[in-house]
């Protein structure tokens, strides 16, 4: 059973950066497609950005490209997402999953959600 463990989030002012990374346990990631969402409060979770099972494919979310970068070291069964130049409505819990399946705008996710880590940016 696939077990992920979202970590890096913290308090952040606008403008600033962070790295957050995402742990698996139970099976190696190598095997998905990996995706970063995100749940802002009040709002319905959404997806942020998704890699590829080798690291040579990725998308973003219109309202991240440019900022956001994901990555993967599957020796080390880890996913990063760095964020940067980080805008309030950056604000929210993000998740990691690995995908069934996945397009340039979604990721099918399975159900192997973690707790998540927040991400709080004040202006």
């Known amino acids: 059973q696939l077990q992920l463990v979202e970590s890096g989030g913290g308090l952040v002012q606008a403008g600033g950066s962070l790295r957050l990374s995402c742990a698996a346990s139970g099976q190696s990631l190598e095997r998905y497609a990996m995706a970063w969402f995100r749940q802002a409060p009040g709002k319905e979770r959404e997806f942020v950005a998704v890699?590829?099972?080798?690291?040579?494919?990725?998308y973003y979310a219109d309202s991240v490209k440019g900022r956001f970068t994901i990555s993967r070291d599957n020796a080390k069964n880890t996913v990063y997402l760095q964020m940067n130049s980080l805008k309030p409505e950056d604000t929210a819990v993000y998740y990691c999953?690995?995908?069934?399946?996945?397009?340039?705008?979604?990721?099918?996710?399975?159900?192997?959600w973690g707790q998540g880590t927040l991400v709080t940016v004040s202006s």
């Open positions: 890699i590829d099972w080798s690291g040579g494919r990725t």
């Open positions: 999953n690995g995908c069934n399946y996945y397009t340039d705008y979604d990721c099918n996710a399975l159900d192997a």
